[in-house]
């Protein structure tokens, strides 16, 4: 399930309060020199800050995401810079962006969802066919394959 579909009025306040205040203790006693952790937990906090997705602070995401390529620089870490880059800006740069990271299945998952976004489904289908997995998978894999909005 993505982010946009879930129901944030089902998540768990209490865990986050908890783990925000870790986060606040753990940058405190870092004097402010956060680390790759940090920063993970930094854009999750700033997520579960906005009562919906529609009031997501994208721009403070993204310059969180710019921090953690930064200091720890992997192909999560860039993914979700482009989605946050998507959602801060211009959702048609997105997989101009994405060009510039090597692909994976996750490349492919972004990229069907960014090119379906704009209209552009054949394109969307090559690259969701790059993510077909077998049968046994399970049903939370096909459930999130073929998906479209």
């Known amino acids: 399930m993505t982010l946009d579909q879930q129901n944030r009025g089902r ?7 908890r783990g925000m205040a870790l986060l606040n203790d753990s940058l405190h006693r870092s004097h402010g020199q956060a680390d790759a952790y940090q920063m993970q937990a930094a854009i999750a906090a700033e997520h579960a800050r906005a009562a919906s997705y529609d009031d997501t602070d ?14 720890a ?5 860039g993914l979700g810079r482009v989605v946050a880059a998507t959602e801060a800006t211009d959702p048609a740069t997105g997989p101009a962006m994405l060009d510039e990271l090597p692909p994976s299945p996750r490349w492919h998952a972004v990229r069907a969802e960014l090119l379906a976004r704009e209209g552009r489904y054949a394109e969307a289908a090559r ?13 939370i894999i096909h459930g999130r394959t073929g998906r479209r909005r």
């Open 127 to 139: 690259d969701e066919r790059e993510l077909e997995v077998p049968e046994d998978s399970g049903p």
């Open 58 to 71: 994208w721009a403070e995401i993204l310059r969180l995401y710019d921090l953690l390529v930064s200091i």
């Open 11 to 17: 998540w768990d306040t209490a865990a986050i309060a």
């Open 73 to 77: 620089p992997s192909s999560a870490a």
